[in-house]
């Protein structure tokens, strides 16, 4: 009865997370039909440095030419967590309407502004619009430095004529370009007053392209011909070394236990009391409960829900609801998967702590739910600080703060506490092969090298070097502006780092019980998430090595948000490798004879 009510409410929470799911996917955000002179929506997204992509401002932080009302859009949530504020742009671009240098405002700039301009100059700003829905991007300025070995020297000019290219079929809008006038341009080198004229202009073409193809033009730059194929062999060339480590690691260890299988049970026909060796030799200590057994269940539920939640933006990958600049689609779908699975992790954690013979289960809840969400809010106030301090769009607005606090509150943690419920009832009791001693045995000397850090160190490398190449492409767009839509290959990538994390997990766990060590419980699990570290340790080279950020701002969001990213994949890495462990010990005990 205990496990109908089980399988119902799991049923239930997949029920819950696909109707979410369906929610989400949604076609082209613009499905407007325009008519001559019909005002096609154009909005002023924001601006920031090139490459700090989280250090971002409202378009209008700089002193742009305004309109005499500026009308805010209304965002979804994921907009908002992804740093969008848009708002009505200067320039009013009619459907199939040509415009010829039209002027959209003759100001004068104060030395004040002009300095504001000159520091974003000299920083690489862009601009991003939208216009029906489709990116628009340019540059404000341009920096002349040729044959200036001092930067007082350094020439600053700001672009004052932006020309929009809008290509049409039928009564619809497909692709626009912005290009600005490179001799159209104004000095701001020095500190003085300026007098300058904002123009833009605006020409329509006729296309052949589908409305419904207008968005595959910014996934064409991630899948080119020639950088495809070069995805691909790198790809591929390290997935069969990857596998070839693997296979050999495997056949040695298959060929190893068959040695021991047939070694032990020689001994038991030969002599019933010789002193037993190996592995076999701690089979009444090997299924002692580990230490901190509420925070082992918690990481464990935690990892779970984690891996639910992988699994399910993936499915949401391949079935194209991440297409290019679906604005915030990614930060909805984590934020309220990541809510409705947390039946999930108290599921798990609760059901695997009565296993464990725990009794404190609210404690073990209380820490389910902190383990994880603790240091992301954490982190997410200090992050938040930083960008209320500097005045960029990262900084969360109070609304949506309360949005995500009612979320947690009114779905996450009831959900939480049920799944814990229903793991509580459940009363499944540990499957062990074989009865464990009341007193543990002593664990011989072992050499440094079979430490937990050492094996820890071996355990993540492997996986690591699964995974490394996709990680440039991954960092590339979620900290640059490429764009990654070869979820394909990324998934092939993700099954393959499991299989290496389980495979290299169960090998060093056999080594770890072949020398006698039986406190495997926590060290399978640290050695199977190990692989976060090495990602965190790759954050670090991309950092100094292949990008160009900097600034306290930037350097704050990069590798506060990271920590939190390598956290949660060393939990969810971390519950694959303790997994395999358990299965790989239970079979290898199953097998044998002991009294």
């Not at 019909?38 to 002193?63: C, I, M, Q, W």
Request: charged letters at 20%; proline letters at 4%; aromatic letters at 16%.
């Amino acid at each position: 009865m205990a496990k109908g009510r089980i399988q119902m409410l799991r049923w239930n929470v997949a029920v819950l997370v696909l109707i979410s799911l369906v929610a989400l996917v949604r076609s082209d955000a613009s499905d407007h039909k325009y008519n001559a002179k019909d005002v096609v929506p154009l909005y002023a997204n924001k601006v920031g440095p090139f490459h700090n992509p989280s250090e971002t401002y409202r378009f209008f932080d700089l002193p742009f030419c305004s309109p005499a009302h500026v009308k805010e859009k209304k965002e979804a949530l994921g907009e908002v967590l992804n740093g969008d504020r848009l708002v009505s742009a200067p320039y009013v671009l009619e459907f199939l309407n040509d415009k010829d240098s039209e002027s959209v405002c003759k100001k004068k700039l104060s030395k004040e502004e002009v300095a504001q301009f000159r520091k974003a100059v000299a920083k690489d700003y862009y601009f991003q619009m939208y216009y029906d829905d489709l990116p628009v991007w340019g540059f404000l300025g341009k920096l002349e430095k040729e044959g200036k070995a001092d930067p007082s020297e350094y020439k600053y000019y700001l672009f004052k004529h932006l020309h929009f290219e809008v290509l049409y079929n039928k009564d619809r809008v497909i692709e626009i370009n912005a290009r600005t006038d490179p001799n159209a341009l104004v000095d701001i080198t020095e500190d003085k007053e300026v007098d300058v004229e904002f123009m833009y202009s605006v020409k329509w073409k006729e296309t052949n392209i589908p409305f419904e193809k207008r968005m595959e033009k910014y996934s064409q730059s991630s899948a080119l011909p020639h950088h495809l194929e070069i995805h691909w062999f790198s790809i591929i060339n390290s997935c069969v070394t990857v596998l070839l480590l693997t296979g050999f690691l495997a056949t040695i260890l298959m060929r190893v236990l068959k040695n021991d299988f047939v070694k032990y049970a020689h001994d038991e026909e030969a002599a019933e009391d010789q002193e037993e060796t190996g592995w076999k030799y701690i089979h009444g200590d090997v299924f002692r409960f580990p230490k901190y057994k509420s925070l082992f269940a918690a990481a464990l539920g935690t990892g779970t829900q984690l891996f639910t939640l992988t699994i399910f933006i993936f499915i949401l990958a391949l079935v194209g609801v991440f297409y290019p600049y679906n604005r915030g689609a990614l930060f909805t779908a984590l934020v309220v998967i990541y809510a409705l699975t947390s039946g999930i992790a108290g599921y798990t954690s609760a059901s695997f702590y009565g296993q464990l013979e725990g009794t404190n289960w609210v404690r073990n809840l209380l820490l389910t739910g902190a383990l994880f969400c603790g240091p992301l809010f954490l982190t997410f106030c200090f992050l938040n600080t930083v960008a209320i301090a500097y005045s960029a769009t990262a900084a969360l607005p109070f609304g949506t703060i309360v949005v995500i606090f009612l979320i947690w509150a009114l779905v996450t943690s009831p959900l939480l506490v049920l799944g814990g419920i229903a793991g509580k009832n459940g009363k499944a009791e540990f499957q062990a092969p074989v009865r464990t001693t009341k007193y543990p045995r002593e664990i011989p000397p072992l050499p440094w090298y079979r430490s937990t850090l050492p094996q820890m160190a071996m355990a993540g490398f492997l996986p690591f070097s699964a995974i490394y190449i996709e990680l440039y492409y991954i960092f590339a767009s979620v900290w640059g502006h490429r764009i990654y839509t070869i979820y394909s290959i990324l998934f092939i990538v993700f099954i393959i780092l499991l299989i290496v994390t389980a495979f290299i997990t169960v090998a060093l766990t056999y080594f770890q019980l072949a020398a006698e060590d039986h406190e495997w419980w926590w060290r399978s699990f640290l050695c199977g998430g190990s692989t976060g570290l090495f990602i965190y340790g790759y954050c670090l080279y991309y950092y100094y090595a292949r990008s160009d950020m900097s600034g306290f701002m930037q350097t704050s969001f990069f590798f506060g948000y990271m920590a939190c990213i390598c956290y949660g994949f060393f939990l969810m890495l971390g519950t694959v490798g303790f997994r395999a462990a358990l299965f790989f010990v239970r079979h290898i005990y199953r097998s044998i004879k002991c009294e």
